[in-house]
């Protein structure tokens, strides 16, 4: 029995100690992703999943408004997105500014056609 409880302590330590380390967002920083998403908060709007990855592990990851507006299924982290064919260009063209600047700019992002989004000045660097 005894054997039982130090194994159940054991789990319960490991996970508290691996969601400490993948929580590595600052609050101030979770706040100004959530205010870019803020639009596709609404049960009414079909939305997006972000995800965000530090030194290859997933540091952060939320579903926004409405994966299926006919059924009011909400989006989360492990929604499967259908892609097309153009969406799948530009999401991989501003993937790799991104990575080469460190940041995309609202009129970068205007230059693909997607006006409705803007991401402006977002860095990887710690605040």
């Known amino acids: 029995m005894t054997s039982k409880k130090l194994l159940l302590t054991a789990m319960i330590v490991i996970q ?29 709007s079909p939305g997006c999943s972000i995800g965000i990855v530090r030194n290859d592990t997933l540091i952060y990851s939320k579903g926004y408004g409405l994966a299926n507006l006919e059924y009011h299924v909400a989006n989360t982290p492990e929604t499967i997105f259908h892609h097309l064919l153009n969406e ?5 063209h501003l ?32 605040e």
């Open 88 to 92: 799948n260009w530009w999401m991989s």
């Open 16 to 44: 508290f100690v691996t969601n400490a380390f993948t929580q590595a967002l600052p609050a101030k920083t979770i706040t100004r992703i959530d205010s870019l998403f803020a639009n596709w908060t609404t049960n009414r």
């Open 95 to 126: 993937t790799m500014l991104r990575d080469s600047k460190s940041h995309i700019t609202g009129f970068e992002v205007n230059a693909f056609g997607v006006k409705h989004l803007k991401f402006n000045k977002i860095n990887n660097e710690h």
